[in-house]
């Protein structure tokens, strides 16, 4: 597992806070496609590095029981740092919830 620092880290302990699905139901649904950096079995958590406005972006997403899978993936375990994917996710109160996940 990478370890990680500032921006990265603040994102994955959003990620990682306790709450329930629903609040992120309620957020509107973005997209992102970039390469894993981490992912964390134990909490269910991908971390994914891409680009926002031409800059480095990276989003903490924790995957639940209605997280859909695709391409390679067919489950969070399938997944391994340096894949390419597109992720789909709500962020609410509790942090970002992944909706979707694709590899390729």
């Not at 695709?70 to 962020?91: P, S």
Request: glycine fraction near 12%.
């Amino acid at each position: 597992m990478r370890r990680m620092k500032g921006r990265g880290m603040m994102l994955l302990a959003l990620a990682l806070a306790g709450g329930t699905a629903l609040a992120a139901e309620e957020a509107k649904v973005q997209a992102a496609s970039g390469t894993v950096v981490d992912v964390v079995e134990g909490s269910q958590t991908i971390v994914v590095e891409s680009t926002l406005d031409g800059k480095p972006w990276t989003i903490g997403a924790r995957a639940t029981d209605q997280t859909k899978f695709g391409g390679k993936a067919k489950n969070l375990r399938d997944v391994k740092a340096g894949d390419r994917v597109t992720i789909q996710f709500a962020v609410g109160e509790t942090g970002a919830v992944l909706r979707s996940l694709t590899a390729r």
